[in-house]
């Protein structure tokens, strides 16, 4: 049987007045809103990454919040002595990661 204890309360931020997604005036408060809800389902080692890319993709320059999938990226491989730490692991956009390993754009 579940408890209510086990799970952690999740507060949604209300939206302002009567904002509508379809009104294009709005569009910047939308994507913030969207980017929010992206950082805050990322786990923490993940953000950690992210925020020292300033939440950019090193290979193709757009923003890793754009509901992508994400994959972490060896700067160095780890069959060449590359380690787990933050300063060797990259976020990248799942379509750039193959990119990278395909050959047909240089490792970062």
């Known amino acids: 049987m579940l408890k209510f204890a086990w799970f952690k309360i ?3 931020i209300l939206v302002k007045g009567k904002s509508s997604p379809d ?15 992206v950082k805050s389902e990322l786990i923490k080692s993940r953000q950690k990454i992210a925020q020292k890319q300033k939440y950019v993709c090193p290979v193709c320059g757009e923003s890793l ?5 994400l994959h972490l990226h060896h700067q ?33």
């Open 10 to 12: 999740e507060r949604h």
């Open 65 to 69: 919040l754009n509901d992508q999938e």
């Open 23 to 37: 009104d294009p005036n709005l569009k910047d408060y939308w994507r913030k809103r969207s980017e929010m809800k």
């Open 76 to 108: 160095k491989p780890k069959r060449q002595s590359g380690g787990n730490n933050y300063g060797n692991l990259q976020l990248v956009h799942l379509f750039c990661h193959q990119q990278i390993h395909s050959g047909t754009v240089s490792s970062l």
